[in-house]
């Protein structure tokens, strides 16, 4: 059998699976394993989240913050990552997270799982864009201030809303680039400093001590630690495009997975060669944008200004997966109508092939957010814990359903971790306790203040409303109705296939 036939075969399993959980096929299936992959590497993009958080990790903890820091975050990310890949092997939905809580938990988990979800959602947009817009207006030779900031941020917004509505295959070619960006801009940025900036002794990189707070050194390195913790965070987006992705149950798993790991390896790298090059640790520490002037001090003004543009692309394409993943999420969830207006959001653009509702709405509600926090730290903080949340109430519902016998190895997808599942849940599920208690302690109490309003809030919500309305995940018709469905939308679509070929 050919390459051609495999994928053909592949794609029908795939949309018959759809069908078991009652959903047409309408976004537009194309994305390989790379292409999860890439979408998931470049939400966590260590280029934006290591970077613009570098200055808050280095005035709390010092170097140490990277050294040391940044493996320990990462240990127990990799079991969150593991855990979900999992579940994202076993329930295949553009849903991911709210559809895998109703399965394990029923309807009321579903719904505020989702809501977590896209509360880290919008303000992981919000906090990512922001941070292109703390680069690219000094490097647009622009004063810094917070209108120049802000409408910076809103072009950069605009610019993503436009690509997600009209340019589907565009966009997916931009993922897979953003991919060989960051490992490339990485590996520049790492050569560079290598070759031309001073180095420190390899072991200042584990130096303790250094803070610019008045908090105690132990407790202003576990603040430090949100630094590593929001880089971490949107690989969850792998799960969002299962219904975009061919043999989803393997691949958007790796995804999840891989994104994680490779992100490790790569943003320590940068880490290090960044932190060892710095010449003035207190000028480092009391610049307006640390990073900018640890670049600057190794590289000077010009080499280093060009090193910063390619940090810059690359939170521009890490924005841009944001965006997706937070429109799948709300298309995914409004398609069962547990959103308000979910009549709008929850359709797909019968031209483009793009939920376009949900792409405007992620793209408004991140400019919102961004106004109300104001502060780059509030916003990490809040998206950083929503999203954990959300990520720990499936894995928390699944521990539950295995001790009742709910659950069992039947239920797992192809990508799973046998025996040591148990294990791998439960270590997952207490680092996320940890890190919603740490990251809501001061500075960051308007996190905590934000956080009981808005739970405050759904619970009301879900009381006087939606536990007599939503029934969670439903089914958009027979079988013969979504295949009428499907056929309507390749005929209508700019995006058709003939055979493999999508033209």
């Not at 940890?434 to 759904?458: D, H, M, Q, R, W």
């Amino acid at each position: 059998m050919s390459t051609v036939q495999r994928e053909v075969e592949q794609l029908e399993r795939d949309r018959r699976e759809l069908h078991r959980y009652g959903y047409a096929q309408e976004l537009f299936r194309d994305m390989g394993g790379f292409s999860n992959f890439a979408i998931s590497f470049s939400i966590i993009s260590i280029l934006t989240g290591a970077v613009s958080l570098y200055g808050y990790g280095f005035t709390m903890g010092g170097p140490a913050v990277n050294g040391l820091g940044w493996p320990l975050v990462t240990f127990f990310t990799l079991f969150v990552a593991a855990a979900m890949a999992e579940l994202a092997s076993a329930i295949p939905t553009s849903g991911a997270i709210y559809h895998w809580s109703h399965v394990l938990g029923g309807r009321a988990w579903g719904w505020f799982a989702a809501w977590f979800n896209l509360v880290g959602q919008f303000t992981i947009t919000a906090g990512i864009d922001w941070s292109v817009s703390l680069f690219l207006t000094p490097l647009l030779g622009l004063e810094e201030t917070w209108g120049n900031f802000l409408a910076v941020y809103a072009v950069v917004l605009l610019s993503h809303g436009i690509l997600k509505h009209y340019g589907i295959r565009v966009v997916a070619r931009l993922n897979d680039l953003s991919a060989w960006w960051h490992m490339g801009g990485v590996a520049l940025l790492v050569g560079a400093l290598l070759i031309f900036a001073p180095k420190r002794d390899l072991s200042y990189l584990f130096e303790t001590g250094f803070t610019t707070t008045s908090y105690p050194y132990w407790w202003a390195f576990l603040l430090g630690l949100l630094q590593a913790q929001w880089t971490y965070t949107g690989y969850d987006a792998s799960a969002h495009v299962t219904e975009e992705t061919i043999n989803p149950r393997v691949r958007a798993a790796w995804g999840v997975y891989l994104a994680v790991a490779v992100s490790a390896f790569f943003g320590y790298v940068m880490l290090a060669a960044v932190t060892l090059a710095i010449r003035d640790p207190q000028a480092v520490a009391a610049a307006t944008n640390p990073y900018i002037t640890a670049i600057e001090q190794a590289l000077g003004g010009v080499f280093g200004r060009a090193m910063l543009w390619i940090v810059t692309i690359a939170m521009w394409f890490c924005g841009l997966s944001s965006v997706t993943a937070n429109s799948r999420m709300i298309f995914a969830f409004a398609r069962d109508r547990g959103l308000p207006g979910h009549r709008w959001l929850g359709t797909v653009s019968r031209r483009y092939r793009t939920p376009a509702a949900a792409v405007w709405l992620a793209v408004v509600v991140a400019f919102l957010f961004a106004v109300y926090a104001e502060a780059l730290p509030i916003i990490t903080s809040i998206s950083t814990i929503a999203l954990y949340v959300s990520y720990g109430i499936p894995m928390a519902l699944k521990l539950w359903a295995r001790a009742r016998g709910a659950w069992t190895s039947r239920n797992d997808g192809p990508w799973n971790l046998g025996p040591l599942s148990t294990l791998v849940n439960v270590l997952a599920i207490l680092w996320i306790l940890f890190i919603s208690v740490l990251f809501v302690a001061p500075p960051n109490e308007k996190t905590g203040y934000t956080f009981a309003v808005v739970l405050a809030a759904l619970v009301l919500y879900w009381v006087a409303v939606e536990r007599h309305r939503f029934e969670g995940p439903r089914r958009l018709g027979t079988e013969d109705e979504l295949e009428r469905i499907e056929r309507a939308l390749e005929q209508e679509s700019l995006w058709r296939r003939t055979g493999r070929v999508a033209t």
